[in-house]
């Protein structure tokens, strides 16, 4: 004897269901009260996110914005500054040696800086408005001053593995002979 497959399919796991149907309301006569900050929803579904003490935030004023972002502007300025310790350190730390880590070193210690020296203008366009556009150019200079110094510790950096040409050599022709204090004579016995 055959059995029929039944064309009704099986009834869903109860997690489903469970997942599928409303949530049921909390019983009030619990004896466990809400945890503080807990409001109960205003209408079904939805809660109440602002609670009725607390005043809406008024928005903020042109002054108080342009104030902001100096602030903002100023923290970005300053931010080649406050990478120099670090890069002082690993710069010292990298030896005089002509090795990978010391060459990739230099060479990103050279590229950041340039990158921020040409893209000075983009950067602080974003806080540029007509309250700020005054006191803003001397943000610009503190942060293209930062640059330079951290273009200077790469120029001390290559100096002390040699890669400058501060020898004299032909192409430094109008250098003067380097003539010695002494002489040295070989005496024979």
Do not use: H
């Amino acid at each position: 004897m055959e059995q029929v497959p039944s064309s009704k399919p099986p009834p869903p796991p109860q997690w489903v269901i469970d997942l599928n149907s409303p949530s049921r309301p909390k019983p009030r006569n619990t004896n466990i009260a809400n945890p503080p900050g807990y409001t109960e929803a205003a209408s079904a579904g939805k809660r109440s996110t602002t609670s009725s003490k607390t005043p809406a935030r008024k928005p903020p004023t042109t002054a108080e914005t342009d104030t902001l972002k100096l602030k903002k502007s100023w923290e970005l300025a300053l931010a080649p500054a406050k990478a120099l310790p670090m890069n002082a350190i690993m710069m010292y730390m990298s030896g005089n040696s002509l090795q990978i880590f010391s060459i990739m070193m230099v060479f990103m210690l050279f590229k950041n800086p340039i990158q921020g020296l040409l893209s000075t203008n983009e950067v602080f366009r974003r806080f540029e408005t007509d309250g700020t556009k005054k006191q803003l150019w001397l943000v610009k200079a503190c942060y293209v001053l930062m640059n330079c110094v951290a273009l200077a510790l790469g120029v001390w950096k290559i100096n002390g593995m040699g890669l400058l040409p501060t020898t004299r050599s032909d192409w430094l022709a109008w250098e003067t002979e380097r003539v010695p204090l002494e002489r040295a004579v070989f005496a024979f016995n």
